[in-house]
């Protein structure tokens, strides 16, 4: 495994950008995705410049969250890819490349390669934040890019239900040994309350976030309801999201500036 300092290179597309966060879990499907849509809306409502990169590069669900799925990247030959913008957010993903323009993108090792071309081979910019939905798994993919880019720190979604597995806690251990600092923990899919009624339902069991957050010593940063709604009805439209998200970005930010100024001003790197 390279360490953080071998071999360690700007490249001049992340070398405007403050601070590049992940977002991690430990098992598929527990919403990430709908995540990082949100915390980056609200993190561009709070008026910083915000870019967003969806690293799922076989399933990518960013064109239909951001309700974009008519706009397209402007793929050529050069080496840089111009990102999409729409209401202040810049953001790419595999899900704006006609399927013609694939083997453009396909040119570097496989999946990390995507990856990475769509994080490191964007001109982003300036930004404040950049944020990274990471893909599904905890495997390799997530390890190179844990590995190649130097993040300011992980924010991990979790679901009630998943504290019972050792796959959470295994996520967490794989973070921790890579000395990122864990921003905290988000439980989606909390509970369920029904509009018309106050009374909460633990479909998935109780405060699972919570005792994991205690056990790691990590901050709960919120807890996010289950919805009935659709994909695009679960990002920052929806009032009740939409709160909670804000609340989530106040305390990343605030945990980001209390950061040593290590990890505080340090450029983002790439591991070659
Ligand atoms: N709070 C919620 N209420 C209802 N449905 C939700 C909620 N959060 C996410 N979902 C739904 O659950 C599914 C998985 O969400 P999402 O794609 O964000 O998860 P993910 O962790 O990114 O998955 P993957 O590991 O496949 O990338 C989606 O269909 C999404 O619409
Ligand atoms: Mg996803």
Redesign the pocket.
């Known amino acids: 495994m390279a360490t953080k300092n071998e071999k360690l290179r700007i490249p001049p597309t992340l070398m405007e950008i403050d601070h590049i966060l992940g977002v991690f879990?430990a098992k598929?499907?527990?919403?990430?995705?709908?995540m990082s849509v949100n915390l980056a809306k609200s993190l561009v409502s709070k008026g910083f410049k915000v870019g967003l990169v969806d690293g799922?590069i076989y399933?990518p669900?960013h064109p239909v969250l951001l309700n974009a799925t008519d706009m397209q990247l402007n793929v050529t030959d050069q080496e840089l890819l111009d990102p999409l913008e729409k209401n202040g957010l810049k953001f790419n993903s595999m899900g704006f490349i006609s399927s013609e323009k694939m083997p453009v993108i396909w040119r570097g090792p496989m999946v990390s390669g995507a990856i990475m071309q769509l994080i490191a081979q964007t001109n982003w910019g300036k930004l404040d934040y950049l944020i990274i939905?990471t893909?599904?798994g905890t495997g390799d993919v997530q390890l190179t890019l844990l590995q190649k880019i130097a993040l300011t720190g992980a924010i991990v979604?979790t679901t009630p239900q998943d504290i019972s597995l050792a796959d959470t806690k295994k996520g967490i251990e794989m973070l921790k040994k890579l000395d990122l600092p864990i921003l905290g923990l988000i439980e989606?899919?909390s509970f369920f309350k029904p509009n018309d009624s106050d009374k909460k339902y633990y479909l998935y069991g109780k405060e699972g976030g919570k005792k994991l957050a205690k056990e790691y010593k990590l901050d709960l940063l919120g807890e996010?309801?289950?919805?009935e709604f659709n994909?695009s009805n679960?990002t920052n439209e929806n009032e009740i999201i939409s709160k909670i998200s804000n609340k989530i970005v106040e305390k990343i930010v605030s945990k980001v500036n209390l950061l040593p100024s290590k990890n505080k001003n340090e450029i983002p790197q790439i591991n070659t």
């Open positions: 879990s598929g499907g527990v919403g990430k995705s709908v799922d399933g669900s939905d893909p599904p979604v989606n899919m996010v309801p289950q919805f994909n679960l």
